[in-house]
């Protein structure tokens, strides 16, 4: 699992990345989201290149992230960003917008989360009820083993209340610098020391994976904190 590239590049053309996921020899890719960054004078050839690359290797799934999001809503404000990565990678990857992909050969579900912008206002955390998620997303499966792609960290308990076992998140770039039994200092919604900023964390049996990210976009620097990929081992009871 991966997230928050945000067009970072690790040598030519992604062409480390690419190696170390190769080397891996992972099942599947799952992207938690901001393969770009929402800036108009950017642009998203560095992630369309790298989404066209892995998914002819591998089954890829993604789901937006609040870039993709912004990007999408407001394209008088950024253009063609979110069109031109939609169009020339959904040939190659799965796009999961509130939508599943169920790998019945495993019998499991990933779930990819598209929210309303507000939740990812600053400074102040805007309250989910689970409702909203029963009518933004597919039906639940009590039968089958849910990954949900959820960009956003901060409603964890809320996925699990939903029904995720599994939710991979992003977004908080591991608290760009970690302090030594303080954890992550800012998150990109500029709070101080997050809650969720790194790692894997519980509530109900249910799990998170919260990646440290990739990249970066507005302040890049990072202090014991790594880019890094997550490799997940799924074990049948």
């Not at 690359?53 to 394209?75: A, D, W």
């Not at 102040?124 to 029963?134: F, G, P, S």
């Not at 610098?177 to 500029?190: A, E, Q, T, W």
């Not at 809650?195 to 049996?205: A, D, F, I, P, V």
């Amino acid at each position: 699992m991966i997230a928050d590239l945000h067009n970072a590049e690790f040598g030519d053309k992604n062409e480390e990345l690419i190696k170390e996921i190769k080397k891996i020899a992972p099942d599947a890719v799952l992207i938690a989201g901001d393969v770009i960054v929402g800036k108009k004078d950017v642009g998203s050839g560095v992630a369309i290149d790298l989404l066209q690359k892995l998914g002819s290797e591998f089954p890829v799934y993604i789901s937006k992230g609040n870039h993709e999001m912004r990007t999408s809503l407001y394209t008088e404000q950024y253009g063609d960003i979110w069109e031109n990565l939609y169009e020339q990678t959904k040939d190659y990857v799965q796009w999961l917008i509130n939508e599943e992909m169920i790998l019945t050969s495993e019998n499991i579900r990933v779930v990819g989360l598209d929210m309303d912008a507000a939740y990812y206002r600053r400074f102040r955390l805007l309250k989910m009820e689970t409702d909203y998620l029963v009518e933004l997303l597919p039906t639940r499966h009590q039968d089958a083993y849910t990954i949900l792609l959820a960009h956003n960290p901060d409603y964890f308990s809320v996925y699990a209340e939903w029904g995720a076992d599994l939710v991979l998140s992003g977004h908080v770039h591991g608290g760009m610098i970690i302090l030594p039994f303080f954890g992550g200092v800012i998150s990109p919604m500029v709070r101080l020391f997050p809650k969720y900023y790194r790692g894997m964390y519980e509530y109900r049996n249910k799990k998170m994976i919260l990646t440290g990210g990739l990249g970066g976009h507005t302040l890049k620097f990072r202090v014991n904190n790594k880019p890094e990929i997550c490799v997940i081992h799924l074990e049948g009871e």
